[in-house]
């Protein structure tokens, strides 16, 4: 079956700029997931969204940044004003579901992530 | 701040060789999880550990979980070429919706 995608690969950008990155999940997965991974550093934690929950925005480093995630499905990352600092790849992972309790083992399914350049 | 420090950074190694990459942190966590990473790909899940002191083993590559949960290990018997990659490992915490991720090791097998 398809896996999770994201769109554009790649996107260069001016600074100032405003850019979109889209991730399509996995059909049927009600938790959505963005990182950022930059160079030579692990992946951060952005924001999660779970089914109709409100999203937990707590990994946004700051108000330029905001995800919108559309019936369920489709999510859409904006970077507002981009600067070089925010040039990484930016990567979308979804699961089945989030396990309540102390236990968690949901496996996170990760897209090929998005390269982002601020020139 | 990394919650989880992987050592090493970077390891290259000769085909055949064992190595081991650990993952530390001063934290607890509920569960931990290792993942591969290629180039221009996202990361992909190789185990999850959820006791203290388990160990898994899969085919070359076994992974144990710190007895107190705050610490873990990869260890690869007789690398191979196709095990080059970044090696992540992430841990979850109860309550958080996310998982935190280590720095990362970047293991080159060369034939």
């Known amino acids: 079956g398809a896996g999770v995608s994201q769109s554009p690969s790649n996107k260069v950008t001016e600074k100032g700029k405003d850019v979109e990155l889209r991730c399509d999940p996995i059909s049927g997965h009600t938790a959505l997931y963005w990182y950022r991974q930059s160079l030579g550093q692990g992946l951060e934690f952005l924001i999660y969204?779970?089914?109709?929950?409100?999203?937990?925005k707590s990994g946004l480093p700051s108000d330029r940044f905001s995800a919108e995630r559309t019936g369920g499905s489709v999510s859409t990352l904006t970077i507002q004003r981009t600067q070089q600092e925010d040039s990484a790849v930016y990567l979308c992972?979804?699961?089945?579901?989030?396990?309540?309790?102390?236990?968690?083992?949901?496996?996170?399914?990760f897209g090929p992530g998005t390269r982002l350049t601020v020139l | 701040t990394q919650l989880l420090e992987q050592s090493p950074q970077f390891l290259s190694i000769q085909e055949g060789e064992n190595l081991t990459v650990y993952c530390n942190s001063s934290s607890v966590f509920s569960s931990l999880q290792w993942y591969r990473q290629e180039p221009g790909e996202g990361p992909v899940l190789l185990v999850t550990?959820?006791?203290?002191?388990e160990v898994k083993k899969l085919k070359r590559l076994t992974f144990q979980f710190g007895d107190a949960r705050k610490d873990s290990s990869l260890h690869i018997t007789a690398a191979q070429t196709g095990d080059t990659g970044l090696y992540l490992c992430?841990?979850?915490?109860?309550?958080?919706?996310?998982?935190?991720f280590g720095t990362g090791t970047r293991l080159t097998v060369i034939p």
């Open positions: 969204f779970q089914g109709n929950s409100a999203p937990d």
């Open positions: 992972a979804s699961s089945l579901f989030r396990s309540s309790g102390y236990l968690s083992t949901d496996t996170q399914y």
């Open positions: 550990v959820v006791t203290g002191g």
């Open positions: 992430a841990g979850v915490m109860g309550g958080a919706n996310n998982l935190f």
